[in-house]
């Protein structure tokens, strides 16, 4: 039953986010044309994480507005079929009679299917999240929107601060309306990767390639296992990207001018919504494709082109003043690091950004990076387009290439050279399979100086992504164990802890938490703050750190935070004996001063729950009142 309502759920909201992004291309782009399906789709969740910004700003994401906007777009999605069901039916069974009459085909269709959807059970529900980023973090961000109806402050949250301005837990907490947390990689894993599908599908409908071919592709992409650590987006900033070299590409998709810069806006600032790295090679792309008009039209045009431009990026930052406000609430800026540092910990001199101590052995650890077959695929593309006839294309196609190789240099230095395939990724995937399928269908219209180059580029993709696919197949065996025995990612009697030790602490007081599952508390009933990484986000002065507990206690209590609650058995899932490795001087800068932090702030809650009593202790997790000192006699005993 779970599952049921779970495929409901993602046929509802794309068919929504469909039909979203159809009613604002006719107000666009108002020609009677037939438009690819998962291109409206990222059109229109461009529009919906743009509404979300405004709703959490005005403190009213409920599910009467979410149900509403959804609806909306459900009854657009039946206008565009409506308009379009004659052509995508008649595709469809032009399909059909193609898989009847190849056996070949049926059976790289039956391939195609079989893996889709393995990826799909394993995805639709899960019990692999990271235990610190999502647990302590991604899953609270999205259940205080649920619970409260905004995003909320939380100024001493270091995912917070560094990741997204807010656009994907708007989403998360859309899903957690309908489903539980233990869905939560649906709207990333499945959504994303869906509407990609939707888009390459679309494409290939109006090129010159064989069905082959063309299921082969659509095989390597559900083979894909993405770079994912956590819940942030990876799958739909890759559909998003994807529809922006589309666009790139098809510049007279929108009419040109201000319409065109709406279009281009929406997608800008739903991708820098989504995760704040993506700037740079959003920007990069955006104005790749400004740079490219404005050199290919006449001179009358090109102040046009320019005043477009202008306008563009205006309304991509009008479309993320809300979730950019509420972040300067939160955090004390409107965009970490390009708009200021904000209460990030390096701020007060201990807290080293990852870039700190670049050096040689970041180029090293930059090499490995490099070596991800990702990396090579993304050089082998450039290298089948050079190879276009088409000269002046050639330059058009390859500029966002080198704009794109620009900004993996700068995501590299930011990181320290760490994770940069993991940062990378969207965007280098998406303009590699876009490139992919230009390489093929110029091969096939005689365009390419070669005739198999493409063919052959394919092939690699998908034994590349199948010897990881074949890796990974193992440790699917868990979540397919979960699923089977309908597990549940927390335990009723869980809940009742948390509620029990929520329960002790009154009503409307402040409390700071670093627990295991932070999300199961209720943020209506008192102002919650979590210490993810303890001193990578913190208000002035900054809490102080290697000076002791009770110079924390002080600094807490001038913050009026009274109340601390602490997964002490499991160190809230952070165990010295665990990550004590961490603390090598070989390990990144970011890494290592997240870890000493975190062990010097938890060894400190422990001294203080010595001095301080102790509201609540199930033997797995405490709360400690920082106002109430016990006396020397309580502390013998």
């Given amino acids: 039953m779970e599952y049921l309502k779970s495929i409901f759920f993602i046929i509802y909201f794309i068919c929504s986010i469909v039909g979203l992004g159809w009613y604002v291309f006719k107000i666009l782009s108002p020609k009677n044309q037939y438009v690819n399906s998962g291109i409206l789709a990222c059109l229109g969740l461009s529009v919906l994480i743009t509404i979300g910004g405004f709703l959490n700003y005005f403190h009213n994401i409920t599910l009467k507005f979410i149900f509403a906007i959804l609806l909306i777009g459900t009854f657009n999605y039946f206008l565009y079929i409506k308009e379009n069901g004659v052509i995508i039916i008649q595709n469809i069974i032009k399909i059909i009679n193609m898989i009847k009459e190849d056996k070949i085909l049926f059976i790289i269709v039956i391939i195609y299917l079989l893996i889709f959807f393995l990826q799909l059970f394993v995805t639709l529900s899960s019990n692999e999240f990271n235990l610190h980023d999502d647990l302590q973090g991604y899953f609270v961000f999205a259940e205080k929107i649920k619970q409260t109806g905004f995003l909320g402050a939380d100024p001493y949250s270091e995912r917070r601060l560094i990741s997204s301005l807010g656009g994907k837990y708007f989403l998360d907490a859309i899903l957690l309306f309908a489903l539980s947390w233990q869905n939560l990689h649906i709207m990333d894993r499945v959504v994303g990767l869906v509407v990609l599908l939707m888009m390459v599908s679309g494409i290939f409908s109006t090129i010159n390639v064989s069905m082959r071919l063309k299921t082969l592709f659509l095989i390597s992409l559900v083979l894909i296992i993405p770079p994912t650590v956590n819940i942030t987006a990876l799958c739909l900033a890759t559909s998003l ?151 002046c294309n050639n330059y058009k196609k390859l500029l966002p290439h080198f704009v ?169 899932n952070f165990a010295k004996e665990i990550y004590v490795n961490r603390l090598d001087k070989k390990t990144n800068a970011w890494i290592r001063t997240e870890a000493q932090h975190t062990f010097d702030f938890q060894d400190n809650i422990l001294l203080l729950s010595k001095t301080r009593k102790i509201l609540f202790d199930d033997g797995e997790n405490f709360v400690i009142d920082l106002n109430d000192k016990k006396s020397v006699q309580e502390r013998k005993s």
């Fill in 241 to 391: 990207f994807f529809a922006l070299f589309y666009f790139y590409h098809y510049y007279e998709f929108f009419n040109v001018g201000f319409k065109r810069a709406i279009g281009m806006a929406l997608l800008l600032s739903a991708l820098i919504s989504l995760k704040t790295s993506f700037l740079p090679p959003a920007f990069a792309v955006i104005s790749a494709f400004y740079f490219n008009q404005f050199i290919f039209v006449n001179n009358k045009r090109q102040t046009n082109i320019i005043f477009e431009y202008v306008i563009c990026i205006l309304l991509a930052f009008i479309f993320l003043l809300p979730w950019m406000l509420a972040m300067h609430q939160s955090s004390g800026t409107l965009m970490y690091p390009l708009l200021g540092l904000g209460f990030h910990g390096s701020v007060y001199g201990t807290f080293l950004k990852p870039n700190s101590e670049f050096g040689f052995s970041n180029f090293t650890s930059l090499a490995g990076e490099f070596l991800n077959p990702i990396f090579a695929f993304w050089t082998f593309v450039v290298f089948g387009l050079m190879k276009s006839k088409m000269v």
């Fill in 404 to 572: 794109l190789f620009l900004a993996v240099i700068a995501i590299a230095f930011s990181t320290g050279g760490y994770g940069v395939m993991r940062f990378t990724f969207p965007f280098i995937f998406a303009i590699s399979i876009y490139s992919l399928i230009e390489i093929l269908h110029q091969e096939n219209n005689g365009l390419n100086k070669s005739e198999k180059f493409g063919k052959y580029l394919l092939f690699y993709f998908i034994g590349s992504n199948l010897s990881i696919f074949l890796a990974v197949l193992p440790k699917y065996n868990n979540i397919i164990k979960f699923n089977l025995n309908n597990s549940i990612l927390v335990s009723k009697t869980e809940k009742m802890n948390y509620f029990s030790l929520q329960s002790v602490i009154p009503k409307g007081e402040t409390l700071l938490v670093r627990l295991n599952h932070n999300y199961l508390l209720d943020f209506k009933r008192n102002l919650i703050y979590i210490a993810d990484y303890p001193g990578g986000s913190s208000p002035p002065p900054g809490m102080p750190f290697f000076k002791g507990p009770d110079l924390l206690s002080e600094y807490l209590i001038n913050k009026k935070i009274r109340y601390i609650a602490y997964s002490y058995r499991e160190q809230a």
